[in-house]
């Protein structure tokens, strides 16, 4: 189980890339892109679909589709917050994690 998959779980029931992939019709590897892409995006001055689809290349209704499983944009402003690189986010923890075993961090 990826990352995201894990994040999915806290966000909506039953959701994890693969499934989403295969409601959505696209390869999982689009569909976890379009996912890091949304939450980018999503707290972005930007309509989110549209952001996400300029940077992954994929179309906006394949994006505005995946938002939909996840469950709308309040779902999505929650999945951006468990994701954000800060301190408080997943990245944010594995990043400190990994400059702590690397020497960053005392």
Sequence with gaps: MSILDGILGQV????DIANLAAKVGL???HVEQAVQALAKFHPMDVDTAE?????TGLPVDKL???IGHIG????????ADL???DAGGVLGQ????ASGLLGGKQ
């Design 72 to 79: 709308g944009e309040g779902s999505l402003g929650h999945f």
């Design 83 to 85: 994701l954000k690189g």
């Design 12 to 15: 909506t029931q039953n959701a």
């Design 51 to 55: 952001g996400a689809a300029e940077h």
């Design 64 to 66: 505005q589709e995946i």
């Design 27 to 29: 390869s999982p590897e």
């Design 94 to 97: 594995i990043g400190g994690l």
